[in-house]
């Protein structure tokens, strides 16, 4: 978090002319994975020699970069109207959270509190091996002619199965037909491009080392089959279908491939910038089978008590996680990597969903 009168770039310390991350606004916070001991440094924004602040990460608490004021009277009276007490707010209710919950408070933090707890569904996930069993009357498509040839009427019988409980993650086994996973990549096999980190909100999207692969994105409106798989995705998550829209709670589908070496590394999909709302459902379906031998799978190294756990990618199977716990914090344990790919090539579609709404 910044306390600092001017906007900030922030840079990774690789040892060499350091690695930007992004952008940090007046007032403003912002989330960064990385690891202890990486050592992070802030200078004023297009001036590279005016350092004002660096950290070596020991924790995951939070870090507040401040002024050169002497005393917090003047640093108060150096931010704009506001901002100090309210990163005072900040630090004493993240201090309370933990002595009550055990954990640190990771979320958004604003003039009317904490982020509120999610308003849309949530699946139950009280133990591993929970079943739950749902229906779409969003049928399969086997072809690419008219809905009458190639949709089927047939009701599409789903089982989510809990793999995880802390964080809360499901395996759905057949959310998609063979034919559906092949059109996804056929129509993503001419639009891809290399793959971006980062937002408008931390200074814009940049290349990184760790993240190696390709994508691109599908609108809903593509086409029926698109259409159909919003759809059934509705239903999975027990959502009305109408918010499954870019102008409501939904992203684009991204679809994502990975060839031989490629990865993704640990990262979160949720995110603090400035506002409450947030990536809440991550739903992973994936478009090509691999073995635990060909890599490629979707860790999660802080789940299972610290253990962690592995996705095997399975054509037409889908994963299920929740980026956000009930209160409305940011779920830590939902960290996860996309492992690198030893042999062949990885196809993966990402269907994300916000909550209240999609921040624009």
Known sequence: KSLYPKALDIWYDDGKDGTPQ????????????????????????????????????????????RGSE??????????????????????????????????????????NGPRPPPILYMHEAKYVGQVHKLQSTEGYWSCNRSRIECHSTTPVDLEVEVVSTHPKAFIIDNFLSDFEADSIVAYAKPRIAASTVGNADGGGVRASTTRTSRNTWIPRSSSPIFESLFRRAADLLQIDEKLLTTQNNAEDLQVVNYQIG???????????????????????????????????????????????F???????????????????????????????????????ANFWVWDPKRNR
């Open 70 to 111: 002497s005393d917090d009277v003047a640093l108060k009276k150096a931010l704009p109207h506001g901002v100090y007490d309210l990163a005072i707010e900040e630090q004493n209710y993240m201090k309370e959270y933990k002595e009550k919950t055990g954990i640190e408070w990771k979320h958004y933090y604003g003039p």
């Open 262 to 308: 490629q990865k993704y590394d640990p990262h979160h999909d949720w995110g603090v910038n400035g506002y409450p709302e947030s990536r809440y459902i991550t739903l992973l379906l994936y478009l090509n089978d691999a073995t635990k031998a060909d890599g490629g799978e979707t860790a999660f190294p802080k789940g299972a008590d610290g253990k962690g």
């Open 310 to 348: 592995k996705i095997i990618p399975k054509r037409g199977s889908a994963a299920l996680f929740y980026n956000l716990l009930e209160d409305g914090n940011g779920d830590d344990l939902s960290l996860h990597a996309a492992l690198p790919v030893h042999h062949g090539e990885k196809w993966l």
């Open 22 to 65: 992004g952008l940090l606004g007046v007032g403003k916070e912002t989330t960064i994975n990385t690891y202890q001991g990486h050592t992070f440094y802030f200078t004023e924004v297009k001036n590279k020699n005016k350092e004002v602040a660096r950290f070596k990460i020991t924790n995951q608490g939070l870090y507040v970069v």
